[in-house]
């Protein structure tokens, strides 16, 4: 029966996407004369990966630590990456900012199409001149006064468990002189696993804002002792959680 009502979603998906994208390509004609950053579009793709979330019985999300959103100002996110789903969960935070992705999420029909509309970052693995201009649209969007968004370990946790952090969200925040609001998420491995689109019953999610690594905080730190903390930071509230609920 769940595999059942697991397909009957993932069509309820696609038609959401086909008839979500037009209105996302009105909205980007419409207000980028008057909204530079994209900020309605960003909030109105926010709305659209809610909707998957508020439509689909098996998940409930807990969020917690709101109060450490910036107030618009730019930032660097960087959160542990455990499943598909975790962008559903981070858009239902509803703040603005700039999604850091491989390449591969913007080819996918409708959704990938609206990231490009987005201007979200597109980054290929393994190739460094790719990284190279992720970090320089990075940047730009920082200097522009909008958020990015980046999962730090590079790709999906097999067991849970974090893996090594990558550098580049770390210079970029250094190089850009902002803070770095770490997020914890937790049960989206277990509502969807890795290389599965199977939901696995009722799933009880928890997103968490963690309190920033402010620039004062960071600037003096080299780069892979600000990565060492931010990967601390986030471990120990991650395991934290899990012992909470077990």
């Avoid at 909030?43 to 439509?55: D, I, Q």
Wanted: net charge positive; proline share 5%; aromatic share 12%.
């Amino acid at each position: 029966m769940s595999y059942l009502l697991s397909c009957l979603y993932l069509i309820w998906v696609v038609l959401i996407s086909i008839i979500l994208f037009p209105i996302a390509v009105i909205i980007r004609l419409i207000t980028t004369p008057f909204d530079r950053r994209l900020i309605v579009l960003n909030f109105f793709s926010h709305f659209w990966g809610s909707l998957y979330f508020w439509t689909n019985p098996f998940w409930s999300l807990e969020i917690t630590g709101k109060q450490h959103l910036p107030k618009d100002k730019p930032v660097v996110f960087i959160s542990n990456h455990l499943s598909t789903i975790d962008v559903l969960v981070a858009s239902r935070l509803f703040t603005h900012f700039k999604w850091v992705s491989k390449i591969e999420n913007f080819k996918i029909p409708f959704i990938g199409w609206t990231m490009y509309l987005n201007k979200y970052v597109a980054i290929k693995r393994g190739g460094l001149s790719s990284i190279k201009a992720m970090m320089k649209q990075s940047l730009k969007h920082l200097e522009n006064g909008s958020p990015v968004f980046i999962f730090p370990e590079g790709s999906r946790a097999q067991d849970g468990h974090l893996k090594p952090f990558k550098t580049g969200a770390f210079k970029i925040a250094q190089d850009a002189n902002v803070d770095i609001v770490p997020i914890v998420l937790t049960g989206t491995d277990k509502a969807v696993p890795k290389n599965s689109l199977h939901f696995k019953g009722h799933q009880h999610l928890k997103v968490e804002v963690l309190p920033p690594i402010t620039l004062e905080q960071h600037q003096n730190l080299s780069l892979k002792e600000l990565t060492a903390l931010a990967q601390t930071k986030i471990s120990a509230a991650q395991d934290s959680t899990e012992n909470s609920i077990a």
